[in-house]
């Protein structure tokens, strides 16, 4: 066969293998029937599938992985509108290098219309917030800003009141929480691939790393667990009890999706809430530090010192980003040690005001606070961070510069 007619061959392996991520299953028990009913109708050769597994996707975007990220938050509604030149203009001219912007938004919306025919169009989810996706990775490549797609995970109210069965009921509705919120899922497959399959979109768009958020079960979940409808899928039968088994679980998936992606070339990151690495397990919501650490290329532990109350003796620790992130860098880099091969260390540090913590217990956020969590990383070896601001009203002044 002729170089060229293979890699065209490949290419259109690689683009239908993208619209199946269950086919690079590590469960090969599955594989020769799914391809036979899918695949055999057009004359694929099975043996050919497997062996345009050996070559890279390439999206046609050329990005370089910075000297370490130094990035921040940014909305679809901002990559979508004016606000995306301002912002690629803060990180061009300061020691910012890198954004992380929303693909699969807190209420499971995409936010972009996905291409007519394609199997994300066909879920009905799309939203017209980023117009012209491939054209801000545009400009991003022109700039060297290095793009990290986000992708909410289990958080995911427009799946879960489409498809109740894959969330968890309460009586005849979908369990919400207190915030009007519904989860999907962990324990199924079906969830798995839902996400899976978005985020090689993302890399296929040219993204050069999946960011997966709310990689968990609802928090406070331990306490509905016994009363909410819902399926284990295949951890019905495990040896496991119910506490570790959503441990597995959540494990599970973020090793089956690394898995899927390793074909686009694309870094997997995962946030993880700050605590999970003070504790030996948060099993409530299926977040085991370690053991998602091992499965990741970064893992970014979201430290905002306005998120802890009364931790490493610091009373109020808004008050305090300095000494918060401080101990909390102690902590993590012991935990990680521990591991044979640790991820990078890329925390999500506050750039915003928590007004909401009342008076007296918080304090405006700015040049100073920011700079001093970036002080304390870099003091403990963490040279990597990202900076969230809802709003992506970032602090004017501050100087990212990592310390020599």
Request: glycine share 6%; proline share 6%; net charge negative.
């Amino acid at each position: 066969m002729k170089m060229k007619q293979w890699t065209a061959i490949c290419a259109f392996l690689l683009s239908t293998l993208a619209a199946t991520p269950v086919l690079a299953s590590e469960d090969e028990s599955m594989a020769p029937d799914f391809v036979s009913r899918t695949y055999n109708a057009i004359g694929i050769d099975t043996e050919m599938l497997t062996a345009s597994k050996l070559f890279a996707f390439d999206s046609g975007l050329a990005f370089e992985y910075p000297d370490a990220v130094r990035g921040i938050f940014v909305t679809a509604h901002s990559a979508g509108g004016d606000r995306f030149e301002k912002l690629v203009n803060m990180v061009d001219t300061t020691d910012l290098n890198a954004m992380v912007i929303d693909i699969k938004e807190d209420f499971g919306y995409l936010t972009y219309m996905p291409q007519e025919g394609t199997p994300l169009a066909a879920l009905g989810i799309g939203q017209p917030y980023i117009k012209d996706p491939r054209a801000v990775l545009e400009r991003l490549e022109e700039k060297q800003i290095y793009p990290i797609a986000r992708v909410v995970v289990f958080k995911d109210s427009v799946l879960a009141n489409k498809r109740p069965e894959l969330s968890f009921v309460d009586g005849d509705q979908v369990w919400k929480n207190g915030r009007g919120e519904s989860f999907v899922n962990p324990f199924l497959k079906e969830v798995w691939d839902h996400n899976v399959q978005i985020a090689i979109e993302a890399a296929k768009l040219g993204f050069k790393e999946i960011q997966f958020d709310y990689v968990r079960f609802p928090e406070g979940f331990e306490n509905r667990a016994d009363t909410l409808k819902y399926s284990m899928g295949e951890y019905a039968d495990s040896d496991l009890d119910p506490v570790q088994r959503r441990v597995e679980a959540v494990t599970d998936f973020v090793a089956y999706a690394r898995e899927q992606l390793k074909p686009y070339g694309v870094q997997v990151s995962v946030d993880i809430f700050g605590y999970a690495a003070t504790l030996p397990e948060a099993p409530g919501i299926g977040q085991n530090f370690s053991k998602i650490s091992e499965n990741v290329d970064v893992i970014s532990s979201m430290i905002y010192p306005s998120h802890w109350t009364s931790y490493f003796g610091i009373a109020k620790p808004d008050l305090e980003p300095y000494k918060l992130v401080t101990e909390y860098a102690k902590v993590e880099n012991n935990k990680l040690a521990e591991l044979k091969s640790p991820p990078v260390s890329r925390p999500w540090l506050q750039d915003f005001t928590a007004s909401y913590l009342g008076a007296g217990n918080y304090q405006k956020y700015g040049k100073d606070e920011v700079e001093a969590q970036i002080k304390a990383l870099n003091e403990n070896g963490i040279d990597e961070f990202l900076l969230w601001n809802a709003g992506n009203t970032y602090s004017p002044g501050v100087d990212y510069t990592p310390i020599e």
